[in-house]
């Protein structure tokens, strides 16, 4: 078992636009934090595998194959690894938890 302080992670991060940092990798799962100030988007991109993304701070949106859910703090989004596209913009400073699964190929 390991524990991580996710508030410690996240204020060890430099302020840019956006900064992004894996914290844990195995043969199973990524886990990463993001940190996305007011108005920067992360451009569409493809997953190869799910990603649950948990908003620990702020307010923004998620665009997943063309369809635009809000984003807030305490919400809980799983994008399949099926979708074709997906993207995040920040409406105010977001930070938010990341972890990909990773599937054995």
Request: net charge neutral.
């Amino acid at each position: 078992m390991e524990t991580f302080n996710i508030k410690k992670i996240l204020d060890s991060l430099e302020r840019r636009p956006l900064n992004k940092q894996v914290f844990k990798t195995t043969n199973h799962l990524k886990a990463q934090v993001m940190k996305l100030e007011t108005g920067t988007t992360i451009p569409p991109c493809k997953m190869d595998n799910d990603v649950l993304f948990y908003v620990l701070k702020g307010e923004g949106t998620i665009t997943v194959d063309n369809e635009t859910s809000g984003l807030g703090t305490g919400d809980c989004i799983v994008v399949p690894h099926q979708a074709e596209s997906r993207s995040i913009h920040a409406v105010t400073d977001l930070e938010i938890l990341a972890v990909q699964g990773i599937s054995n190929k």
